[in-house]
């Protein structure tokens, strides 16, 4: 039987900030790692490959909030250095950073 993947053990080495920043990434990183394992049987961020993720940003937040697109971009960039590959999205290469004062 085998153990269930760790993100927070995979993540640890690119993951900087606030408590609360951490745990969003975290967070995050999990519901991505569900919804690709979900589609694409892929269990673990080793075995995935760009389609997968471009899948999940084009299709899973396709009608999210610009807010949060942005900040799952964020996290899938953590992912991608962590896994030493250089994915660009070019769709979401204009995607800035929401205004902080509303």
């Known amino acids: 039987m085998s ?3 760790d993100m927070e053990l995979f993540l640890a080495s690119v993951l900087t900030g606030s408590h609360a ?12 790692q569900a919804e690709i ?3 694409w ?16 940003l084009e299709y899973r937040l ?7 697109r942005y900040y799952y971009l964020l996290t899938v960039r953590l992912l991608a250095r962590r896994l030493e590959k ?5 769709r979401y290469q204009d995607v800035r950073r929401p205004d ?3």
Do not use: C, M, N
């Open 3 to 5: 153990q269930p993947f």
């Open 21 to 32: 920043t951490r745990q969003r990434h975290l967070r995050q990183a999990k519901i991505i």
């Open 37 to 39: 394992s979900e589609r």
């Open 41 to 56: 049987q892929r269990q673990t961020p080793w075995t995935w490959q760009r389609k997968h993720v471009a899948w999940f």
């Open 62 to 68: 396709g009608r999210s909030s610009e807010d949060t």
């Open 86 to 90: 250089s994915w660009i999205f070019k």
């Open 100 to 102: 902080d004062g509303g």
